[in-house]
DNA sequence: CTGAAAGCGCTAACAC
DNA sequence: GTGTTAGCGCTTTCAG
């Protein structure tokens, strides 16, 4: 026995009605008797009549869900966001599909061309690591199709953007440090390409300026696939390592519990004697030892308002041509106050 | 200009073909001459022609995608089996759509009913903390709709189920506490109707019976939620210091993370004298303070084979009617081998 | 207030 | 080897 829900056509005929009445019954449409309606409205209930979403989204060329690309679900960022994203979408009555880019940029562009093929009826994105080349992106939305990107922003493109206040967070976090005392402060990023690792690196430069600590470009290493494998963040310790630092600003989610776990084996002995500030959503960061403070992004907020921005270019009568880009005030937690 | 993907009409329209020719070059059938594929293929690729997965469904009554349903993503055990899940997923061509109940019976009531309606072709299903009624899914199944349980598995529902060894788990993990010279154990687990809180309580009182260890119900504490709502951990975690105990078994992700947050702000002078085991799939355990023996669970496995049998089911020429329930071993780390 | 009919983009049975 | 046509389930003119 295969499965086969019913459909309007059994309403119909069970009811002696044609399909469009049904159909109307169904939205609701004033055109249609009370009667009629109530009729229609308790025959679908009593057999569990549910709308073919397929059938609708063909008619109306639109599923009534968006996409939302990110490279790891498994991040407490991303996973605060997606509940953001589904906050907001679900209460305007869209679903949500997430997909997952694992930082590699081949799959990010798979995932874009399948759900833009008319899965879903826009697209959030955070750019992968790896990504480098986002024409095909352009061409798509050149074409209409509404994109908002959120968190790894690209420059050139204009459309909707929603990040957090990069510089300031990373800004904060170095003079934290430098206020606690440090001067040889070392810096663990993400790939260069990404506009979260320009604008923390400027953010942490700023810092160091302003205090008047020399950069040195000996201090600041670069991961190209964010920590996506463990082994380029140990290399990137290891290196190091190689120097003389006392404390270190770390600008992800993954690299900062990946520097503590490193550390923590390869060098337990000089740990506690490095202090560390680190962009992190993880909300078990009270529990972290080495303990470090934190740099912490409105995730969930960035979902909202990032899908907010997505709805009104789907549902927007004629095309929109004024973009914005959002910034989200960032919240840095002291790590003696994490232990309250 | 609105978005308007190109459609097999343009390309027949184009090339002076029919739209069934264009059709079955794309899906390169064999009736097909080569020149007339390539020609099609060509041109299809020149315009950037992508099918409408929609009215593709809509045709074949399927949509090529599955349905995963959690509590939450942000669960790393979780993370890991949907990660399996697309492994397989993926390689056999279908899409995977996430969803997340938060532990609420009727958003997971909400999300089967969206999803079943033809959205996905089969559904992968761990329950809810506060889910006790699935009739709503016996009714579903019976139609001949495919669903595979995973993890939080009900009893009396005739399906492929897969889950990890929980009874062997708790099992090791409480006598691995006695073998430490443990004997006041308490034990701080998830909802009562939960398959998993049944399976890991008789395994943590198969290891006491075992070592001649009284049960004593005052040392056990269940969470209504599986500690969604933080402050249930708390109270829980209160009435346990009420008591006398020396190690602590914590039966889930979740629960874990939030006895060692509660109990290190709230006793931190007793928490160092309290051995600890739980079940978590965390990948930061070894920077986690106060340390703990993890019970992990083959996630990525369990996601795979939970994937594997359903796609079995979705395409099975034959309605099934043998199920089996497939468990994974659970392995247990010792908190002094996270630290090498 | 209700029905008939067209059509969304695709596949496939049936011609030729 | 290719074209014609019907139909998947729904919405929506257009008629009445």
């Given at each position: 026995m295969?499965?086969k829900p019913?459909t309007?056509?059994d309403i119909a005929l069970a009811l002696?009605l044609?399909?469009?009445t049904?159909?109307?019954?169904?939205r609701?449409?004033?055109?249609i008797?009370a009667?009629?309606?109530?009729?229609?409205l308790?025959?679908?209930?009593?057999i569990?009549?549910?709308a073919?979403p397929?059938?609708?989204?063909?008619?109306e060329r639109?599923?009534?869900?968006?996409?939302i690309?990110?490279s790891?679900?498994?991040?407490?960022?991303?996973?605060?966001?997606?509940?953001?994203v589904?906050s907001?979408?679900h209460?305007?009555n869209y679903?949500?599909v997430i997909?997952q880019?694992?930082?590699?940029?081949?799959?990010?562009?798979?995932?874009?061309?399948y759900?833009s093929s008319?899965?879903?009826?826009?697209?959030?994105?955070?750019?992968?690591?790896?990504?480098?080349?986002i024409?095909?992106?352009?061409?798509?939305?050149?074409?209409g199709y509404?994109?908002?990107?959120?968190?790894?922003?690209p420059?050139?493109?204009?459309?909707?953007?929603?990040?957090?206040?990069n510089?300031?967070g990373a800004f904060d976090?170095?003079?934290?440090?430098i206020l606690?005392?440090?001067r040889?402060i070392?810096?663990?990023?993400?790939s260069?390409?990404?506009?979260?690792?320009k604008?923390?690196?400027?953010g942490?430069q700023?810092?160091?300026k302003?205090?008047h600590i020399?950069?040195?470009e000996?201090?600041?290493?670069?991961?190209?696939y964010g920590g996506?494998?463990?082994?380029?963040?140990?290399?990137?310790?290891?290196a190091?390592?190689q120097?003389?630092?006392?404390a270190?600003?770390i600008?992800?989610?993954?690299?900062?519990?990946g520097?503590?776990m490193?550390s923590k084996?390869?060098y337990p002995?000089l740990i506690?004697?490095?202090?560390?500030?680190?962009?992190?959503?993880?909300?078990v960061?009270?529990i972290?030892s080495p303990?470090?403070?934190?740099?912490?992004?409105p995730a969930f907020?960035m979902?909202?308002v990032?899908?907010?921005?997505?709805?009104q270019?789907?549902?927007?009568?004629?095309?929109?041509t004024e973009?914005?880009?959002i910034?989200l005030?960032?919240?840095?937690?002291?790590?003696?106050?994490?232990k309250?």
């Amino acid at each position: 026995m295969r499965f086969k829900p019913s459909t309007i056509k059994d309403i119909a005929l069970a009811l002696n009605l044609s399909t469009s009445t049904v159909s109307r019954a169904m939205r609701d449409s004033y055109e249609i008797s009370a009667e009629t309606k109530k009729l229609v409205l308790d025959y679908a209930k009593k057999i569990n009549y549910t709308a073919n979403p397929i059938a609708r989204s063909l008619k109306e060329r639109r599923s009534y869900s968006i996409g939302i690309i990110v490279s790891e679900i498994a991040n407490n960022f991303y996973s605060q966001v997606i509940n953001g994203v589904e906050s907001i979408a679900h209460n305007k009555n869209y679903q949500v599909v997430i997909s997952q880019t694992h930082e590699s940029a081949e799959r990010e562009k798979m995932n874009v061309e399948y759900l833009s093929s008319r899965s879903v009826d826009g697209l959030l994105i955070s750019l992968s690591s790896e990504t480098n080349n986002i024409e095909y992106l352009k061409t798509l939305h050149n074409q209409g199709y509404p994109i908002v990107f959120f968190d790894r922003i690209p420059e050139d493109f204009d459309t909707f953007k929603v990040t957090s206040n990069n510089f300031k967070g990373a800004f904060d976090a170095t003079e934290h440090l430098i206020l606690n005392g440090h001067r040889r402060i070392a810096h663990l990023t993400n790939s260069k390409s990404l506009s979260i690792t320009k604008e923390r690196l400027a953010g942490y430069q700023g810092a160091l300026k302003k205090h008047h600590i020399a950069y040195d470009e000996n201090l600041v290493k670069f991961s190209e696939y964010g920590g996506m494998h463990m082994q380029e963040i140990d290399e990137a310790i290891d290196a190091l390592f190689q120097q003389k630092f006392d404390a270190i600003f770390i600008s992800g989610d993954k690299l900062s519990t990946g520097y503590l776990m490193y550390s923590k084996k390869k060098y337990p002995k000089l740990i506690s004697k490095i202090a560390i500030a680190g962009f992190t959503n993880s909300n078990v960061v009270s529990i972290f030892s080495p303990s470090l403070t934190v740099v912490r992004q409105p995730a969930f907020e960035m979902g909202k308002v990032a899908t907010d921005l997505l709805i009104q270019m789907i549902e927007a009568k004629r095309p929109i041509t004024e973009y914005e880009t959002i910034t989200l005030e960032t919240e840095l937690i002291d790590e003696k106050d994490l232990k309250l």
